[in-house]
């Protein structure tokens, strides 16, 4: 055996520098492949980050995709362990993920374990490589509200990607089928009914996509109940309550302050922002660097890491953006609204004859749309494999299922990516929050910066290459509102320009002249490569940091509330409502002020969650309730109507046309789409030159949707599109007759209205009893109204000021106020 005595006095200056750069100069064992230098962009960070940031516990750096972001957070805990900043810790999103930095580090020659027990991490000799899960639950190694091993650096990779595991991590599902369910469920049932009777009867009877937020008093009333009846299952053996095991230590001390959901499917327990404090080793680390390519907005940081944003500036950015590789970025959709997602299916198809084309989409549902094609699908079982496979050669077309971040598709793995559709809204908490912000841009950064990490997919260095489309109604509709696209990385940004401009030149024609466009860059055209990179030359990252006031004054409300102090809470809050001018978002700020105030003056607490609703009537409601608002008539023509909804809401037509095909695409019969549907029948109503409510939804009475159709006359229609019964039941007809009901409580004699079904059948069971005006829209019609719908938007002329030829438009295609019913309706049997 033949000793090293260099190592015996601590391998000479590699374990006493502290400069990374000179540390990678000096690694003796390092693989070949990094020849030597480190690139420039991994130069400049790590200058920027050892010469001025190397000593503030909280540090933003921003690097692109495939740039060496690996390397650079190795060699900083590298030199953190130098400086006696020990022990360290690298994370990393999941399992599949650790294995890539260990091989990495294992290749620059810099020490390495993933096992938390191993004296070398202890001991701050070797860094630890784990996946979030093993820092972020409430089981963990790390121990929660107490020190169980010290972390003295750490950094969190990938962070976008690590915020939607943490917060996961942080919350409790109880599923339906456990009895702990049933315990909740009967504990917050009378309150359940005072916000929407029928929002019971759809939780009773297992309607997929029920859920129902508890109302914050009876939450507070019923808190220790609740308690009770988790402490005694958080132990359980029972592996249906996993979350409830490794969730119960984090929310047990501020369950009063979380937000419970119920739904036909389970129970959701989340608090408002992380009590990240819990987790005591990661709150105390002396260093902690967070390293990402595609947060926009820094303020997720501060929500669910807790950072202290007063301390940071800057982001630890390159000196330039062109760092990451080659782009050609398509919406083929924007460019001909009239190219559908079969089309694209073929001739994606036909790509993959020579090309890996690879498809990341948001859920099993949507898979299923590509499985006569599809070569391969990955799930989280055969993700590796299917990786592996993807890299040893030519596989053809691969379906991904709802994996936007944490695989690797390097050169010929993947030239042409598409990420098809709009991420899933997976947390129901989510779900409530879609409906509360409507489709305010708060939302749009987390889409995103989801779809900007799934375009990171096929590049992973500075000289790949990959074709990008992005396809879906529902996706491209949305990139064009609430300025989305601005909420794309800079260097994205300009990719997306650069190939806009590229693709202009056949805007309008058909995917042959697409495929002509993208063969410039696989066929790597030298004119479209040097174009290409040449854009980027000048993109500097943004290194402003970007925190939302908003969340910044909501993130410190909570830390008052988690000392018991809910009049400063409510302070904040209302400092935050004082600056905000957009009503939608100071109506969920009002809401939340109302849950702190309830803790000490209930009274008042009431009164202004009456005065949030007033705001935002998608948000919970006080017991008293809130008065209805009547659906008024328009004193102008239906045709008059459209022109004017269009001319207020679209820049020009194309995104009209956009929007009325996103709109079509959910008009279909499918469970758990009942509150997308239900939107977009309302948008419908506009779209005809209508005016449409949502009772139910904003008032918690009266259907699901009611249109005005002019001279007095209403559409009272109930939506059940994710119906599975062969015949409308008596439920079903009951709640009709109710709404009609409504309708006359609410509107005088001098109003008219005609009730409308939609379902599959129009026949109704035996024992319902359904009024005789009753007007069945079923499938049949409804793909009837959609094809008229898609030929209508592609028929208006591109002067939308002609009054005459939009009155004569609607009545081709049956829209007038007295051929709807009879064009796309039914009478029941």
């Known amino acids: 055996m033949i000793i090293d005595f260099s190592k015996l006095n601590g391998n000479d200056s590699i374990d006493t520098i502290l400069d990374p750069r000179e540390i990678f100069d000096l690694l003796p064992e390092k693989d070949p492949k990094y020849d030597e230098y480190l690139r420039d962009v991994q130069t400049e960070v790590l200058n920027k980050w050892f010469d001025d940031s190397r000593d503030k516990k909280d540090v933003i750096l921003k690097m692109n995709t495939g740039s060496g972001k690996t390397v650079v957070g190795l060699l900083m805990l590298k030199s953190c362990l130098n400086e006696k900043k020990g022990p360290a810790v690298y994370v990393v999103p999941d399992p599949y993920l650790v294995k890539q930095v260990m091989e990495e580090a294992h290749d620059l020659g810099i020490a390495v374990t993933d096992n938390i027990n191993d004296s070398s991490f202890r001991k701050g000799e070797a860094i630890l490589v784990i996946n979030i899960y093993k820092l972020m639950n409430g089981k963990s190694n790390f121990g929660v509200n107490e020190v169980k091993v010290n972390i003295g650096s750490i950094v969190i990779d990938d962070a976008h990607a690590c915020l939607d595991i943490t917060e996961e991590q942080f919350t409790i599902n109880i599923p339906k089928d456990s009895e702990v369910y049933s315990f909740i469920f009967e504990l917050f049932k009378e309150s359940i009914k005072q916000q929407s009777e029928i929002g019971l009867i759809e939780l009773e009877c297992s309607e997929p996509n029920a859920i129902s937020l508890v109302p914050f008093w009876t939450w507070c009333e ?220 708060l939302l749009t950064s987390g889409i995103i910066q989801k779809i900007e990490q799934g375009m990171g997919r096929g590049i992973r260095s500075k000289d790949d290459y990959c074709v990008v489309f992005l396809m879906g109604r529902s996706l491209v509709n949305h990139l064009y509102v609430n300025d989305a696209l601005s909420h794309f990385t800079p260097a994205t940004r300009k990719q997306i320009e650069l190939s806009d401009m590229l693709a202009k030149q056949i805007r309008g024609k058909d995917l042959n002249d697409l495929n002509d466009v993208i063969n410039y860059a696989l066929s790597r055209n030298i004119d479209w490569i040097k174009t290409s990179k040449g854009a980027l030359v000048k993109i500097k990252y943004e290194s402003n940091i970007n925190f939302n006031e908003k969340i910044l004054l909501e993130r410190k409300a909570y830390n008052e509330a988690l000392k018991s102090n809910y009049r400063e809470s409510s302070r904040l809050l209302l400092e935050a409502i004082n600056k905000e001018t957009n009503p939608i978002i100071t109506g969920v700020l009002k809401q939340e002020l109302a849950e702190y105030l309830q803790f000490y003056d209930p009274v008042e607490a009431q009164q202004t969650l009456m005065s949030a609703v007033n705001d935002n009537n998608q948000i919970i409601h006080p017991i008293e309730g809130i008065v209805y608002n009547k659906l008024m008539p328009s004193n102008v023509s239906q045709a008059q109507q459209l022109i004017d909804f269009i001319n207020e809401n679209f820049k020009n037509l194309n995104k009209f046309a956009i929007y009325l095909n996103n709109l079509i695409e959910k008009l279909i019969f499918l469970p758990k789409t009942s509150n997308a549907f239900e939107q977009a029948i309302m948008d419908l109503a506009f779209v005809l030159g209508f005016k449409g409510q949502r009772p139910e939804n904003e008032y918690n009475r009266g259907p699901d949707n009611l249109w005005s159709i002019g001279n007095s006359k209403y559409f009272v229609i109930e939506c059940k599109n994710g119906s599975e019964s062969a015949k409308i039941i008596k439920h079903d007809c009951n709640q009709l007759n109710g709404s009609i009901n409504w309708f006359y409580e609410k509107y005088d004699e001098n109003n008219s209205c005609i009730p409308i079904m939609i379902h599959k059948s129009i026949e109704f069971e035996y024992a319902a009893a359904p009024n005789k005006n009753i007007r069945i829209i079923n499938e049949e019609k409804l793909n009837l109204l959609k094809d008229n719908l898609a030929n209508f938007s592609s028929s208006i002329p591109s002067s939308i000021t002609n009054v005459q030829k939009i009155d004569e438009l609607l009545e081709m295609y049956s829209f007038k106020e007295e051929q709807f019913i009879k064009c796309y309706s039914l009478k029941y049997v």
């Open 222 to 441: 019923k808190t220790n109940e609740v308690m009770r009846i988790l402490h005694s299952h958080k132990d359980s053996k029972d592996p249906k309550l996993k979350s409830l095991i490794f969730g119960w230590p984090f929310l047990k001390d501020n369950l009063h302050l979380c937000k419970c959901i119920i739904g036909s499917d389970g129970i959701e327990i989340s608090p408002n922002f992380l009590p990240i404090h819990t987790l005591t080793s990661f709150e105390n680390a002396k260093r902690r660097i967070f390293m990402s390519a595609t947060i926009s907005d820094d303020s997720v940081l501060v929500s669910h890491f807790n950072i202290d944003h007063t301390s940071i500036t800057n982001a630890i950015t390159p000196n330039s953006s062109n760092d990451i590789g080659e782009r050609m970025i398509l919406i083929p959709q924007e460019l001909n609204p009239s190219i559908e997602d079969s089309d694209l299916k073929l001739f994606y198809k036909q790509l993959s004859q020579t090309n890996n084309v690879v498809i990341i989409v948001p859920s099993n549902y949507r898979a299923r749309f590509w499985s006569d094609i599809a070569d391969m699908t990955l799930n989280t079982s055969n993700l590796n494999v299917g990786i592996q496979a993807l890299k040893n050669g030519h596989v053809g077309l691969v379906v991904v299922i709802n994996k936007y971040d944490g695989i690797d598709l390097p050169k010929s793995a993947c030239t042409i990516l598409v990420i098809d559709g709009l991420p899933d809204v997976r947390s129901k908490r989510d779900r409530i929050q879609q409906s509360w912000f409507r489709g305010n841009e």
